[in-house]
């Protein structure tokens, strides 16, 4: 569960006489994860492509290049079909003519009616200024100049330049002025004012006819367009499943066809390598050696074991000849015999573990192997990085703590019950699956918003689930609350103290299965590398939750005091004893045993990386940071409790706040007085109160939902990052990508 599932590596070996079929029978298994022949052994090269590879390359590019034509997607496929050669060959030249053809007419049109559009937005300025086109050009001795501007300034313009004659013609901020100057004299004029000249467009005679007969080429334009485009539409209709169908075949005869390409081959062998999960190796062994037979070898090279660091713990030696384990290390000769497979493992360079020869990269793929609950968190760990195969996946810590966090900062049945809708919403609806994880990721942290939210009390930051629910139960009220009424204001320090207590839990799980990484080197590299951590932080921690001389605050610690010595939790709980060892000379102050546990921890912490001393204080700052959250607890807390009594309004009774729910104004202050009322409520201001009421208390409680995935989920996200993986989590594993291909449109029967 914390590692991925167990991959060896396996080498399949044997004539080529035998490599169609072989490929036949590994892409059915789609198990075989292909490491690429990068060409080092001597005598051995990369294999070429089975003929008609490149025409099947060419008629999926040709599919591909229809599919985006005409739009086609997934929900276009309907039933499965078989695909045959003569079928694909007939039907799709039939389909790429009609739609080339029809594409092209679609181009052309829009090129058209694109040049008619810009036509008709040249033309309407002149049609707003109502002068004949031939009567804006071709003077001898007038200069004309058409354009957009402000009349008064050009008027102004032209009054204090050199043109003595002009005549102005304005309508609607289009202008035209006809001077009697050289035609730079008049552009000269012009610069000044604001002006942005027009070119006169051809023809002659009013523009208001030549708009219209523009307008009227654009209609016959568009509907030519909107034919082309329905018969595009029927051709949809009509070929997508075949294409969706066709583009599939194509796809798998590409994938086998180019499959020789990462074998390493002779004149008459292959050999192939690759990795498989562990468990599945006989299903693999016994399927080939049954669709192909003797002529090919097939064998476990080792079972990949891998540190953090990609270090070999363990794997099966290839045995050779007489049953006695291979100590080859030389790059294999080539065998030229037909009929004998490839025995040897090379190296040439390539990849050595031990006295193993390998082929290509040593590293296998990862297959995250995590419970079905913890899946959809999988897409939020790949966002940093895909776990490597030999360190642990945070998956399921990441499930297990995340969810909380965010339920424990909003805690509220109500938004708790949207966001697990929505969470629903998006994981039933969407087609991605990373949106997916997502709404299902969403759908767990709004099942544990409900939960704490049920613990609360609370539903829309109401307390009506604790007023009438638990004391059903036998309970007084909720077991907890937030904290931001008076009445339970011990609570908001209790959330305080309790977020340093998980953070340090949180943070040691972190740098423990650190520590459990390093015990693969030696036990040394771990005490002092992860283990130095773990003794600082809990040092620095237990001083601080003992009083830090004093320094800390006094809810932390103390009989009288600290929070868990009484209200709201009664643990019994008053503080570590200091454990004080001597008093420090000079400073008068105790030195605590608690501290000789952090500087033991800092000490072998400069044995193991000097450099790492600088950020000593992570212990300190890194449990810090999980005060935010109690942080947004309280704040989205707040905002529900404003918008609450804005609409309903409250008043204060012996220390408690009240909210006028059932009961007006006039209640509190007939029993309480008129100074006990916090705020009236808007619900009891009239109709007109009441209405407003209801739009602040929607938005409001809108905004606060919206803010409660923005804020707790990217602080509970934060943690999770930059806290948590930050100790352990390192990432950079290869995707598993068997060579084979799931059938979804096509059939083989």
Same mark, same amino acid.
């Given at each position: 569960?914390?590692? +991925?599932?167990?991959?060896?590596?396996?080498?399949?070996?044997?004539?080529?006489?035998?490599?169609?079929?072989?490929?036949?029978?590994?892409?059915?298994?789609?198990?075989?994860?292909?490491? *690429? /022949?990068?060409?080092?052994?001597?005598?051995?090269?990369?294999?070429?492509?089975?003929?008609?590879?490149?025409?099947?390359?060419?008629?999926?590019?040709?599919?591909?290049?229809?599919?985006?034509?005409?739009?086609?997607?997934?929900?276009?496929?309907?039933?499965?079909?078989?695909?045959?050669?003569?079928?694909?060959?007939?039907?799709?030249?039939?389909?790429?003519?009609?739609?080339?053809?029809?594409? #092209?007419?679609?181009?052309?049109?829009? #090129?058209?009616?694109?040049?008619?559009?810009?036509?008709?937005?040249?033309?309407?300025?002149?049609?707003?200024?109502?002068?004949?086109?031939?009567?804006?050009?071709?003077?001898?001795?007038?200069?004309?100049?058409?354009?957009?501007?402000?009349?008064?300034?050009?008027?102004?313009?032209?009054?204090?330049?050199?043109?003595?004659?002009?005549?102005?013609?304005? @309508?609607?901020?289009?202008?035209?002025?006809?001077?009697?100057?050289?035609?730079?004299?008049?552009? #000269?004029?012009?610069?000044?004012?604001?002006?942005?000249?027009?070119?006169?467009?051809?023809?002659?005679?009013?523009?208001?006819?030549?708009?219209?007969?523009?307008?009227?080429?654009?209609?016959?334009?568009?509907?030519?367009?909107?034919?082309?485009?329905?018969?595009?539409?029927?051709?949809? $209709?009509? /070929?997508?499943?075949?294409?969706?169908?066709?583009?599939?075949?194509?796809?798998?005869?590409?994938?086998?066809?180019?499959?020789?390409?990462?074998?390493?081959?002779?004149?008459?062998?292959?050999?192939?390598?690759?990795?498989?999960?562990? @468990?599945?190796?006989?299903?693999? @062994?016994?399927?080939?050696?049954?669709?192909?037979?003797?002529?090919?070898?097939?064998?476990?090279?080792?079972?990949?074991?891998?540190?953090?660091?990609?270090?070999?713990?363990?794997?099966?030696?290839?045995?050779?000849?007489?049953?006695?384990?291979?100590?080859?290390?030389?790059?294999?000769?080539?065998?030229?015999?037909?009929?004998?497979?490839?025995?040897?493992?090379?190296?040439?360079?390539?990849?050595?573990?031990?006295?193993?020869?390998?082929?290509?990269?040593?590293?296998?793929?990862?297959?995250? #192997?995590? &419970?079905?609950?913890?899946?959809?968190?999988?897409?939020?760990? *790949?966002?940093?990085?895909?776990?490597? /195969?030999?360190?642990?996946?945070?998956?399921?810590?990441?499930?297990?703590?995340? +969810?909380?966090?965010?339920?424990?900062?909003?805690?509220?049945?109500?938004?708790?019950?949207?966001?697990?809708?929505?969470?629903?919403?998006?994981?039933?609806?969407?087609?991605?699956?990373?949106?997916?994880?997502?709404?299902?990721?969403?759908?767990?942290?709004?099942?544990?918003?409900?939960?704490?939210?049920?613990?609360?009390?609370?539903?829309?930051?109401?307390?009506?689930?604790? %007023?009438?629910?638990? +004391?059903?139960?036998? $309970?007084?009220?909720? &077991?907890?609350?937030?904290?931001?009424?008076?009445?339970?204001?011990? /609570?908001?320090?209790?959330?305080?103290?309790?977020?340093?207590?998980?953070?340090?839990?949180?943070?040691?799980?972190?740098?423990?299965?650190?520590?459990?990484? %390093?015990?693969?080197?030696?036990?040394?590299?771990?005490?002092?590398?992860?283990?130095?951590?773990?003794?600082?932080?809990?040092?620095?921690?237990?001083?601080?939750?003992?009083?830090? %001389?004093?320094?800390?605050? %006094? !809810?932390?610690?103390?009989?009288?005091?600290?929070?868990?010595?009484?209200?709201?939790?009664? $643990?019994?709980?008053?503080?570590?004893?200091?454990?004080?060892?001597?008093?420090?000379?000079?400073?008068?102050?105790?030195?605590?045993?608690?501290?000789?546990?952090?500087?033991?921890?800092?000490?072998?912490?400069?044995?193991?990386?000097?450099?790492?001393?600088?950020?000593?204080?992570?212990?300190?700052?890194?449990?810090?940071?999980?005060?935010?959250?109690?942080?947004?607890?309280?704040?989205?807390?707040?905002?529900?409790?404003?918008?609450?009594?804005? !609409?309903?309004?409250?008043?204060?009774?012996?220390?408690?706040?009240?909210?006028?729910?059932?009961?007006? +104004?006039?209640?509190?202050?007939?029993?309480?007085?008129?100074?006990?009322?916090?705020?009236?409520?808007?619900?009891?201001?009239?109709?007109?109160?009441?209405?407003?009421?209801?739009?602040?208390?929607?938005?409001?409680?809108?905004?606060?939902?919206?803010?409660?995935?923005?804020?707790?989920?990217?602080?509970?996200?934060?943690?999770?990052?930059?806290?948590?993986?930050?100790?352990?989590?390192?990432?950079?594993?290869?995707?598993?990508?068997?060579?084979?291909?799931?059938?979804?449109?096509?059939?083989?029967?």
């Amino acid at each position: 569960m914390l590692r +991925p599932e167990k991959m060896c590596r396996v080498s399949v070996t044997g004539s080529k006489r035998v490599m169609e079929p072989v490929v036949e029978s590994v892409h059915e298994l789609d198990m075989l994860h292909v490491t *690429e /022949y990068d060409g080092a052994w001597e005598g051995f090269e990369p294999g070429d492509p089975v003929e008609g590879a490149d025409e099947a390359s060419d008629q999926l590019v040709t599919v591909r290049s229809l599919e985006s034509i005409l739009g086609v997607d997934a929900e276009d496929a309907g039933p499965t079909r078989l695909v045959t050669d003569e079928a694909l060959e007939e039907d799709l030249e039939e389909v790429r003519t009609k739609v080339t053809e029809l594409d #092209d007419r679609r181009d052309d049109l829009r #090129d058209d009616l694109r040049e008619v559009e810009d036509q008709i937005a040249t033309m309407e300025p002149f049609v707003q200024l109502g002068i004949d086109l031939d009567l804006l050009r071709g003077y001898d001795t007038l200069a004309v100049s058409v354009g957009e501007g402000d009349a008064d300034e050009i008027e102004g313009a032209l009054d204090d330049s050199d043109v003595d004659t002009y005549q102005l013609f304005s @309508e609607d901020g289009v202008v035209a002025v006809f001077a009697r100057a050289d035609e730079s004299e008049l552009q #000269d004029a012009l610069v000044g004012a604001t002006f942005s000249a027009l070119v006169v467009p051809e023809g002659d005679g009013d523009p208001t006819e030549y708009l219209e007969e523009l307008n009227h080429r654009k209609q016959q334009l568009e509907s030519k367009l909107d034919t082309v485009e329905n018969e595009l539409e029927e051709l949809r $209709l009509d /070929y997508a499943g075949f294409l969706l169908a066709a583009e599939e075949k194509l796809s798998i005869e590409v994938q086998k066809a180019e499959a020789p390409l990462t074998f390493a081959t002779t004149e008459n062998a292959f050999i192939a390598e690759g990795w498989i999960p562990d @468990e599945e190796y006989e299903l693999f @062994e016994q399927q080939v050696s049954a669709d192909v037979g003797e002529a090919v070898d097939i064998e476990k090279l080792e079972i990949a074991e891998y540190d953090s660091d990609g270090h070999v713990h363990s794997h099966e030696e290839v045995e050779g000849e007489g049953g006695e384990e291979s100590t080859e290390t030389d790059a294999p000769m080539a065998d030229d015999t037909e009929d004998q497979p490839e025995k040897a493992v090379a190296d040439g360079g390539t990849t050595k573990t031990g006295g193993l020869v390998t082929m290509g990269d040593s590293s296998p793929p990862v297959i995250q #192997d995590n &419970p079905a609950p913890a899946r959809p968190f999988e897409a939020l760990v *790949e966002v940093v990085n895909r776990p490597k /195969y030999g360190e642990f996946d945070p998956t399921v810590f990441f499930f297990l703590s995340f +969810p909380a966090f965010f339920g424990f900062m909003i805690g509220d049945i109500g938004y708790g019950i949207i966001y697990a809708l929505l969470g629903y919403g998006l994981y039933s609806r969407a087609s991605g699956d990373v949106m997916k994880s997502l709404g299902g990721v969403t759908m767990w942290a709004g099942g544990f918003t409900i939960l704490f939210g049920f613990l609360y009390g609370e539903i829309f930051g109401l307390l009506t689930v604790s %007023n009438q629910v638990w +004391p059903l139960l036998g $309970l007084d009220s909720a &077991p907890i609350h937030k904290g931001l009424k008076p009445q339970y204001a011990e /609570y908001a320090i209790a959330w305080l103290s309790i977020s340093l207590l998980v953070g340090v839990a949180h943070l040691s799980i972190g740098w423990i299965l650190d520590f459990v990484e %390093n015990l693969s080197h030696s036990l040394w590299d771990a005490i002092t590398e992860s283990g130095s951590w773990l003794l600082m932080m809990f040092g620095l921690w237990a001083w601080v939750f003992s009083g830090a %001389n004093g320094a800390a605050p %006094n !809810f932390l610690y103390g009989a009288e005091e600290g929070i868990f010595a009484g209200n709201p939790f009664p $643990l019994g709980f008053t503080g570590l004893p200091a454990f004080d060892l001597f008093t420090i000379p000079g400073l008068g102050a105790p030195f605590s045993a608690w501290l000789l546990v952090f500087l033991i921890g800092l000490g072998l912490l400069g044995l193991a990386d000097p450099i790492e001393l600088v950020e000593f204080l992570n212990v300190f700052v890194n449990v810090l940071s999980y005060t935010r959250l109690a942080a947004v607890l309280l704040a989205k807390a707040g905002m529900a409790f404003v918008v609450n009594l804005l !609409f309903f309004g409250a008043y204060e009774h012996d220390g408690e706040w009240h909210f006028l729910i059932t009961d007006g +104004p006039q209640y509190a202050i007939s029993n309480y007085g008129a100074e006990s009322i916090i705020f009236p409520g808007l619900m009891h201001a009239g109709i007109a109160g009441v209405v407003g009421g209801i739009l602040v208390l929607v938005l409001g409680h809108i905004l606060v939902l919206v803010l409660g995935i923005t804020s707790a989920g990217l602080q509970g996200v934060r943690l999770e990052y930059v806290e948590f993986f930050g100790k352990f989590f390192e990432g950079g594993g290869t995707k598993y990508n068997p060579f084979g291909y799931e059938r979804n449109y096509t059939t083989d029967d």
